[in-house]
């Protein structure tokens, strides 16, 4: 069974930055792809990265082109997403998930209702 784990959320101040990660278990494939995705009050969830373990290939939202970092630890079976420069409207409730043999850019758009990790606060002071 997989199984995510995401810890490293907390209260930052705007222009601060937090890592984010993604522990997974279960796997049974090289061939996966983590994502992070993000919920804000009263917003709709947003495919924020994604990134393919096998080969690194990365999608970024707009909003956090440039900011955000996301990577991955095959041996740990671990994913991360460096976030900087934070926004207050960077606020939001911060899930992973993955799939297997999915491009990072699908994944990031339509994800799988099952492989989702809890999720993590992200709160950024003004």
């Known amino acids: 069974e997989v199984q995510l784990v995401a810890t490293g959320g907390g209260l930052v101040q705007a222009g601060g930055s937090l890592r984010l990660s993604c522990a997974a278990s279960?796997?049974?494939?090289?061939?996966?792809?983590i994502g992070w995705f993000r919920q804000a009050p009263g917003k709709e969830r947003e495919g924020v990265s994604c990134?393919?373990?096998?080969?690194?290939?990365?999608y970024y939202t707009d909003s956090v082109e440039g900011r955000f970092t996301v990577s991955r630890d095959n041996a740990k079976s671990t994913g991360y997403l460096q976030m900087s420069s934070l926004k207050p409207e960077d606020t939001a409730v911060y899930y992973c998930?993955?799939?297997?043999?999915?491009?990072?850019?699908?994944?990031?758009?339509?994800?799988?209702?099952?492989?989702w990790g809890q999720g993590t606060q992200v709160t950024v002071s003004s």
């Open positions: 279960g796997f049974t494939s090289d061939d996966y792809t």
């Open positions: 990134i393919r373990n096998s080969d690194g290939a990365t």
């Open positions: 998930v993955t799939d297997f043999f999915e491009s990072p850019s699908i994944l990031c758009h339509s994800p799988p209702q099952n492989f």
